[in-house]
């Protein structure tokens, strides 16, 4: 297998809190971080959900930020203007920007923003009409997610980019188990090798979007061929919200970079029978007869 470098998406996503100021700060740390792309989330939260799911109380109110689950996801909700502010600040400290797209109105304002690749979540690749507008009307990478997704749906996805010749080029599908955080048995690392088998040849990559808890993973996720990795990310896993628990701090994230770099330049084979590092040793111990 031919191990491209790998690149890791710090997943910032919500938890910023809804306050510019802490995202810009987990833009920075993501960067300190050794991360490829700082990315974020966007929701057009009245066309995304039904108006009885708008005005239901939040399912778990202590990580609430308003008295419904509709007004908790507008608190926590950038603009368009400020999602470009964000990418300007992430073209500034030098690091990617990309965010998460939700629905048809939020994909055709990030498309606008134009980043270098908008992420589809498990929850959206079957939404079709959103994922033509990133089909048809934008030239970057789209990234797709897998989790809670059926085999034969994940054809379909794969399928529909390559109507217009999209797939090879731009597509990259994500193995993916939706849940927060998720246990090491239920992460199906195997489940790469058959995205790999399957897909190799008609994407561009294979990543992995990891939910569970530590690193260990995802290197094994990198040697089994995803050469994208997503983690969530935040700078405190008990500030308030859903997704810091199953997040990143920095150290965790810095560990993260370093360990794939590391991993990277060991995939490979001896150049020679005897490397260098080793002839000094051989001829130092090497066992010889008398």
Excluded at 271 to 288: A, G, H, M, S
Aim: hydrophobic share 35%.
């Amino acid at each position: 297998m031919n191990y491209k470098k790998p690149k890791v998406i710090s997943e910032i996503g919500c938890n910023h809190m809804g306050q510019m100021a802490i995202a810009k700060e987990l833009i920075e740390l993501s960067k300190l971080s050794g991360a490829d792309v700082a990315k974020f989330q966007k929701r057009t939260n009245k066309e995304l959900l039904t108006e009885e799911q708008y005005n239901a109380p939040h399912p778990n109110p202590r990580n609430s930020y308003g008295d419904t689950y509709g007004a908790h996801r507008e608190f926590l909700e950038f603009t368009k203007e400020q999602h470009k502010e964000l990418k300007e600040y992430c073209d500034k400290v030098g690091i990617e920007y990309s965010t998460s797209v939700w629905d048809v109105t939020s994909a055709k304002e990030i498309v606008e923003v134009n980043p270098t690749l908008i992420k589809v979540p498990s929850a959206c690749n079957n939404h079709f009409e959103m994922m033509k507008i990133l089909r048809d009307d934008y030239t970057g990478e789209v990234h797709i997610s897998t989790g809670m997704t059926k085999k034969d749906e994940i054809e379909t996805i794969i399928s529909f980019f390559e109507v217009t010749g999209a797939a090879k080029d731009r597509l990259v599908v994500y193995n993916c188990t939706s849940g927060y955080p998720v246990p090491f048995e239920d992460v199906c690392l195997l489940e790469i090798n058959n995205l790999v088998d399957k897909y190799a040849d008609r994407v561009k990559e294979i990543g992995f979007s990891g939910h569970h808890l530590g690193i260990a993973i995802d290197m094994a996720a990198y040697t089994l061929g995803a050469s994208w990795v997503e983690r969530h990310f935040t700078k405190d896993r008990t500030w308030k919200g859903t997704d810091h628990a199953a997040s990143l701090e920095v150290t965790g994230l810095m560990k993260l970079c370093r360990d794939l770099k590391a991993t990277h330049q060991a995939l490979n084979f001896k150049k020679e029978e005897i490397l260098p590092i080793e002839q000094v040793q051989r001829d130092k111990l090497k066992y010889r007869k008398s």
